[in-house]
């Protein structure tokens, strides 16, 4: 459960060190439940200052981030699953890349196998969030990133 904007900031500031080269991430969740405020919190922990836009018309937003390409997608405008494969975006992924793709199901069956799928709801205070590991790189990401979270008060 996440209550406010600073508990977001949190999670995604925990994250940054835990990311490495080659993982990919389906972010999940109705529009405006807060998954390009999560991308850019996570850009903020990298080091990015400037302008952190949503891709929600550009469809990608590159960020080079000392030696990783991360790269993050908006595919809510697809309408058509080719279209993935029409915009050369597969050529994106790689073991120097991190890519974070939000409503990751208009590309089919198209997209890299997530290493972490995340999901993002609206809850009556706040947010729930979950995060769920289907690689075992994203299982390492996974454990790291949980490692990095303060702890919370007994």
């Not at 925990?14 to 389906?26: I, K």
């Amino acid at each position: 459960m996440l209550p406010d904007e600073a508990a977001l900031c949190s999670l995604a500031h925990a994250l940054w060190p835990a990311l490495t080269g080659g993982l990919v991430f389906h972010l999940q969740g109705p529009v405006g439940a807060g998954k390009t405020a999560f991308v850019r919190q996570v850009l903020r922990a990298g080091g990015i200052q400037g302008p952190v836009r949503s891709p929600t018309y550009t469809l990608v937003e590159l960020y080079p981030l000392s030696n990783l390409y991360f790269y993050h997608f908006d595919l809510y405008r697809f309408f058509d699953p080719d279209e993935w494969t029409g915009a050369g975006f597969d050529e994106m992924f790689g073991a120097g890349s991190v890519a974070m793709i939000e409503w990751p199901e208009k590309a089919g069956d198209l997209l890299p196998h997530p290493d972490i799928t995340l999901q993002i709801d609206y809850a009556p205070q706040g947010r729930h969030f979950r995060a769920f590991a289907s690689t075992p790189e994203g299982q390492v990401c996974l454990a790291a990133w949980k490692h990095n979270l303060p702890t919370q008060p007994a």
